[in-house]
């Protein structure tokens, strides 16, 4: 990896700006969605006549327009003062265009400008090394999905906060719903990292999340003989994932918080989060893995 020493002193300042207008950018859509009555910032509750509204907003605002804006003017000080390497990085990422709705604007804007955001950061040495061990969990751990911004920072901590609280039964629960939350909210962060145009997905289920998602990260000839064929190893691995996914799904509607019963079952033990919480993180860091294989 790129440390600081390889890019000089007025390019790290330069990058430095860039960090801070993107940041901007980000609190700029923010705004726009508050003044659109979404407090939560969350774009699955934006109503038709909230985007009626947007339209207007954007055409005064422009939050969306300079956030674009931004991700060009940093692809090209990428492309004219970056080593190859370090300007792949940069640019790999998706560039914010695309979608038919607001929702998938503002989604596909917000991946464009914070999966940048986290890249440079790594370039200049900015970004929380990946905690080991016990604080895995941690505030600024699964660095893995912060660097292609797949889940908005504020909200991966929350989910972390939640899940490494484990010692009531309620508290279990309640990491177990989280981690739930946290897969599914990274497979649509991906499925929009991948297909920035793609819509139509936001109310479905894990398993059809992960149905859409294996078909834009997985392609059929990585099972080809030399990895086990159609029957076994890599292929029988992934037909394996569809029964872990469903099952963090199942646990969660069963005994996690949200559509957990009422009565909290007394049998439930850390170890059962423990199954769920790292199955969470096999899930996201082999997701992730992909989107770098495939759109480095």
């Known amino acids: 990896m790129s440390t600081p020493t ?31 009555g979404v407090e939560s910032l969350n774009t699955a509750e934006l109503t038709e006549m909230n985007s009626i509204e947007g339209v207007f907003d954007e055409a005064k605002n422009r939050a969306i327009e300079k956030a674009r804006k931004w991700v060009a003017d940093l692809n090209e000080y990428a492309n004219g003062y970056l080593s190859e390497g370090m300007r792949r990085r940069v640019t790999r990422h998706p560039d914010g265009l695309g979608g038919e709705t607001l929702p ?20 200049i040495g900015e970004a929380t090394p990946t905690p080991a ?55 649509k962060g991906a499925i929009h990292y991948a297909d920035p145009a ?35 190893g890599v292929a029988k691995t992934l037909s394996g994932m569809n029964n872990l996914i469903s099952g963090i799904a199942e646990m969660r509607n069963k005994v996690g918080s949200g559509h957990g019963t009422p009565a909290a079952p007394k049998g439930l033990q850390e170890s059962h989060v423990l199954l769920v919480i790292d199955s969470a993180h096999t899930i996201t860091r082999f997701i992730t893995s992909r989107l770098n294989e495939r759109f480095a």
């Open 6 to 36: 390889d890019l000089s002193a007025s390019v790290i300042t330069k990058l430095r700006r860039f960090l801070r207008q993107g940041q901007e950018r980000l609190e700029g859509i923010d705004a726009f969605m508050r003044r659109l």
């Open 133 to 187: 061990g016990s604080e895995r969990d941690a505030t600024g751990g699964w660095t893995h999905l912060r660097e292609l911004g797949l889940v908005e920072d504020a909200v991966l901590d929350g989910y972390l906060s939640t899940m490494r609280t484990r010692r009531s039964v309620a508290q279990r629960r309640a990491a177990i719903g989280a981690a739930k939350e946290l897969v599914e909210a990274a497979m």
């Open 104 to 123: 998938a604007h503002i989604d596909n804007a917000r991946i464009a400008v914070h999966s940048r955001i986290q890249t440079v950061k790594q370039l």
């Open 198 to 232: 793609a819509t139509g997905f936001e109310k479905d289920e894990m398993p059809q999340l992960w149905k859409r998602l294996r078909t834009l990260i997985q392609e059929d000839h990585v099972a080809d003989r030399a990895l086990g064929g159609k029957d076994i």
